[in-house]
């Protein structure tokens, strides 16, 4: 199972460096009131780390509540 998570982990991370380095061009982005032109590389890290986080937290979010009743 190891192995099957860390083959899928390189894949993912393969596919992210491709996408960023065809991608490197700067775009705008509007944001609330933030108004800013960035890389498009840069804003596609972000937005892969944000995914990667929530995903952590929605995976332990209901066994931190099934300890908390115990």
């Given amino acids: 199972m190891r ?3 860390l083959g899928l982990l ?3 991370a393969t596919l992210l ?3 960023m380095v065809q991608n490197s061009r700067p775009i705008p982005v509007k944001f609330l009131s933030w108004d800013q032109e960035i ?3 840069l ?5 892969f780390v944000v995914g990667l986080l929530t ?3 929605l995976a ?3 066994q931190s509540r099934k300890d908390d009743l115990e």
């Fill in 3 to 5: 192995e099957v998570k």
């Fill in 10 to 12: 390189l894949v993912v």
């Fill in 17 to 19: 460096g491709v996408v």
């Fill in 39 to 41: 890389s498009t590389l």
């Fill in 43 to 47: 804003l596609v890290l972000i937005v």
């Fill in 55 to 57: 995903g952590f937290a």
């Fill in 60 to 62: 332990r979010w209901p």
